[in-house]
């Protein structure tokens, strides 16, 4: 069965191409529905609307997803709301970043 949380430990194999820490550490996966035909739609964001990174970060993350056994279609769609903050990184990610 294809769940959330199957979703998100995949996606955890994805880098953010600048910093080489999972986007799901990082705070960008914001959330991942599954329906039941095992469609999987991810809402993510970017840590700036001006950031140009997002066909490099997408093409990964179906790449990633695609190798779960019976998913369906994957779509990725872009938000800005709410912004991004360092708040939403994990405390993995917020220590290799060397905050608090």
């Known amino acids: 069965m294809i769940t959330k949380q199957l979703i998100l430990k995949q996606l955890e194999k994805v880098p953010d191409p600048e910093l080489n820490i999972s986007i799901v550490d990082l705070g960008l996966v914001y959330d991942a529905k599954v329906d039941k035909k095992n469609n999987v739609e991810v809402v993510m964001t970017l840590t700036s609307m001006g950031c140009p990174l997002f ?44 905050f608090g």
């Open 55 to 98: 066909s490099q970060i997408e093409e990964p993350i179906k790449a990633e997803l695609g190798k779960i056994k019976g998913i369906g279609e994957i779509t990725v769609e872009l938000t800005f709301e709410p912004p991004w903050t360092p708040e939403r990184m994990s405390e993995k990610a917020k220590a290799v970043m060397g």
